[in-house]
């Protein structure tokens, strides 16, 4: 809807461009959000940038973000189409990138299926067996995090995806990393210059080498999609009932009329969009309780006081209601360093006129994670990590998705964010219940202390790799996490 006519309203506020290139010069390519959130400061929480012809609109206050992106929806949720990541590399066909339409209507409906808060309780045992096996391999090698915590969000998408495990030493996983690595920088505004500069698409191929490459990763991918699909099918022909994400897909097809290649991607690109977020999100976990001891040391102390857990049981989801801090520690984790800072561009279809202020259609809105979440007025001394904060609203029932911005807003929520916000819970607090996480030491033996700011600037953020040192608490703890993870084998199926 429009609210005035352009001719009564004034432009958005914002740095002056250059008058060819606008303001692509000035925006840095790393941590954006942090220039976004400078700019906010300058010239107020909405402000308007151009780069190279591109309308940005940066959010960087959260009742914005919630005005445009919820109230307004029905204009703010499309996706700029991206030449190289979506029409070349993903046949336009992932659903992150998808416009605002049938296709995604479509798409998003299937993921609702599967992942909706009715269903995501059916998962809780398919959860604990998976973070059974993060456990252990923390455990056996402690100095391999990262990757850990990549296999066990990867795993967890991917057994409900097509209902086998992945395995440690599997090609899958290899295959999966590799994609994702790609992805993440794919989509990254400014990483191929076809992006900014469409015409450079109209170039015959021998010209546009990046074509080429894009096209390579498409056949990658969609080789793994369509072969994993295809062992599903197999399993369902020989009268295999187990439920899987693809086999329900595969069995509604006649009525969701998805061609072959969209019931791949719906599929595969589940995991793509669900590991680095999850897995990232643990790696700032270690960076929290290294940084803020005493928050490990009280989610330690409730664990331990809660009558049934001790060295010998550890927690599971059914515990969740009776842990408040342990889920207060998830939500601030999801706030103090958001997997997504920058947010995930959505793109306006009209014209329209907010606070007086023309937005042009076709717009890339901008919604600001970082700087919502690090609001003073919101959330006092936003840059300490706090679980304290978010402890007067926890009451029993309590959503791990509410109260941060997290997941994006409206239309484009993000559809695994249940599914997701447990997997985190349940392995954060798993590890809290095993370990103790202190920082690690230099070649002196001196203790080296991580720096949040030393993080990587994708559409994605994470804690570039630091040291730390990860401890089971005792030997009975060891030997629980050992016999967690004997059991879980003998309940997966591979
Ligand atoms: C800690 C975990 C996660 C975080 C922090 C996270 C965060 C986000 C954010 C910020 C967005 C963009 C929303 C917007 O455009 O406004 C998003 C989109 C998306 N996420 Fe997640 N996510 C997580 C886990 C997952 C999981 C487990 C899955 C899949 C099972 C998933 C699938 C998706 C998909 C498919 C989209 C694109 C939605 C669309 O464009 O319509 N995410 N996520």
């Known amino acids: 809807m429009i609210h005035s006519t352009p001719g009564t309203s004034s432009p958005l506020p914002g740095p002056t461009p250059h008058p060819i290139v606008g303001h692509l010069l000035q925006v840095p390519k790393k941590h954006v959000w942090k220039y976004f959130e400078s700019l906010g400061q300058h010239y107020g929480p909405v402000v308007g940038l151009s780069l190279a012809g591109d309308n940005l609109v940066i959010l960087n206050d959260a009742e914005d973000a919630e005005e445009l992106l919820n109230r307004r929806s029905h204009n703010y949720s499309s996706r700029k189409q991206l030449v190289y990541a979506g029409k070349y590399q993903s046949h336009g066909k992932r659903l992150v990138l998808l416009p605002y339409g049938p296709q995604l209507k479509q798409h998003r409906a299937a993921f609702h299926q599967m992942l909706q808060p009715k ?84 170039l015959p191929d021998f010209l546009a080498p990046w074509r080429i490459s894009a096209r390579r990763k498409h056949d990658y991918e969609i080789q793994l999609y369509g072969r994993l699909l295809d062992e599903v099918k197999v399993r369902l022909a020989s009268g295999d009932d187990s439920d899987c994400f693809a086999a329900r897909l595969l069995q509604a097809n006649e009525k969701n009329i998805l061609d072959a290649e969209s019931l791949a991607y719906v599929v595969g690109s589940a995991f793509v969009a669900g590991t680095d977020t999850t897995a990232g999100t643990f790696m700032w976990f270690l960076m929290a309780v290294i940084l803020y001891p005493e928050t490990l040391r009280k989610a330690q102390a409730e664990i331990d006081g809660l009558p049934g857990l001790g060295p010998s049981r550890a927690p599971d989801l059914s515990h969740m209601n009776s842990l408040p801090y342990c889920v207060a520690l998830t939500k601030e984790l999801f706030r103090w360093m958001p ?57 029993g029932r309590d959503d791990l998705t509410q109260g941060h911005y997290g997941f994006g807003f409206g239309r484009r929520v993000c559809p695994g964010r249940y599914l997701g916000a447990r997997t985190v819970w349940i392995g954060i607090t798993r590890l809290i219940w095993g370990f103790n996480i202190c920082p690690g030491v230099d070649s002196d033996g001196r203790l080296v202390v991580p720096v949040p700011d030393n993080c990587t600037s994708g559409i994605t953020s994470k804690p570039l790799p630091f040291s730390y040192s990860l401890v089971p608490r005792s030997d009975v703890h060891a030997e629980t996490i050992r016999c967690l993870y004997v059991s879980s084998l003998g309940r997966t199926k591979s």
């Not at 995501?120 to 990757?147: H, I, R, T």
């Not at 947010?343 to 009209?350: E, I």
């Not at 606070?355 to 007025?377: C, D, L, T």
């Not at 001394?381 to 926890?394: G, K």
């Open 339 to 395: 997997a997504a800072p920058g947010g995930f561009p959505h793109l306006s279809d009209a014209d329209d006129v907010y606070k007086g202020y023309f937005i042009k259609g076709k717009s890339m809105v901008i919604p600001n994670i970082w700087a919502m979440q690090h609001n003073e007025r919101l959330f006092p001394e936003p840059l300490s990590f706090n679980p304290d904060r978010f402890m007067q609203d926890i009451d």
């Open 119 to 202: 269903v995501v309780g059916s998962y809780e045992s398919m959860q604990e067996e998976e973070s059974a096996k993060y456990l252990y391999n923390m455990l056996v090698k402690p100095g391999e995090a990262d990757l850990h915590s990549k296999r066990y969000a990867a795993a967890t998408v991917f057994r409900l995806s097509y209902g086998k495990s992945l395995s440690d030493d599997d090609e899958d996983l290899k295959t999966v990393l590799i994609i994702l690595d790609g992805f993440i920088r794919d989509c990254y505004p400014g990483s191929h210059l076809v992006d900014t500069f469409p015409i450079l698409d109209s």
